[in-house]
């Protein structure tokens, strides 16, 4: 199983990124799964999540402004950043939901910066 992570960048606060991961080697389309961020310091935590069907849920911080989706004919998962804060940066990783430990990529930073 393999996740790779693109599209991070640096942006100025209230910009925009998207977010792209690639899934391989796994039954994409069954998985909930879930955008994950993790700064200096502290534990990863989970920003989104979007189940096997579609239906996508947010932690209170990213609410209204991030967006989750996934095609699962493309082994493909999305997170469309709007609006974007300084509290927004760290490496955003992809990963089944709950995560398993040994399918963690490399993650593609996301840095706010004005």
């Known amino acids: 199983v393999q996740f790779v992570e693109s599209g991070g960048g640096l942006v100025q606060p209230g910009g925009s990124l998207r977010l792209a991961c690639a899934a391989s080697g796994i039954l994409f389309r069954i998985y909930d799964m879930g955008w994950y961020r993790q700064v200096p310091g502290k534990k990863r935590e989970l920003v989104a999540r979007?189940?096997?069907?579609?239906?996508?849920e947010y932690d209170d911080s990213v609410k209204g402004r991030f967006t989750i989706s996934r095609d699962n004919a493309k082994s493909m998962m999305y997170l469309e950043m709007n609006n974007l804060k300084y509290e927004d940066a760290g490496v955003y990783y992809c990963?089944?939901?709950?995560?398993?430990?040994?399918?963690w990529g490399q993650g593609t930073q996301v840095t706010v910066s004005s």
């Open positions: 979007i189940i096997s069907t579609g239906r996508a």
């Open positions: 990963n089944r939901e709950p995560a398993v430990v040994n399918y």
